[in-house]
């Protein structure tokens, strides 16, 4: 069993940055792809952000956010940068034993979620 518990959301202005984080609890060590999703109100669920044998973004964020590891913690990040108003949703850190997919149905473990909301 694995457990993802984020933090580090909250409110910014436009352009300001934020910091998430995404600690994982468990049985780790199969895990292959670690993701961040983020769902605004009244849309479908969307991949932004993976980490698996290398790093891939979503196109609206590419250049703005950056994922990492830190495996001594047992932890990965999600830099935001250049922050948008269009960037609020709530962001939630995702799981799976295989390859990063941009699918989310396809993550096993999922955290609580983390709000951002990014005002003009």
């Known amino acids: 069993q694995v457990q993802l518990v984020e933090s580090g959301g909250g409110s910014v202005q436009a352009g300001g940055s934020l910091r998430l984080s995404c600690a994982t609890y468990g049985y780790t060590s199969s895990i292959m792809c670690m993701a961040w999703f983020r769902q605004a109100p009244g849309k479908e669920r969307e991949g932004v952000a993976y980490?698996?044998?290398?790093?891939s973004y979503a196109d609206s964020v590419k250049g703005r956010f950056t994922i990492s590891q830190d495996n001594a913690k047992n932890t990965v990040y999600l830099q935001m940068d250049s922050l948008k108003p269009e960037d609020t949703a709530m962001y939630y850190c995702a799981s799976r034993y295989g390859s990063c997919v941009n699918k989310s149905f396809l993550y096993r473990y999922w955290g609580q979620g983390t709000q951002v909301t990014v005002s003009s």
């Open positions: 980490a698996g044998g290398s790093t």
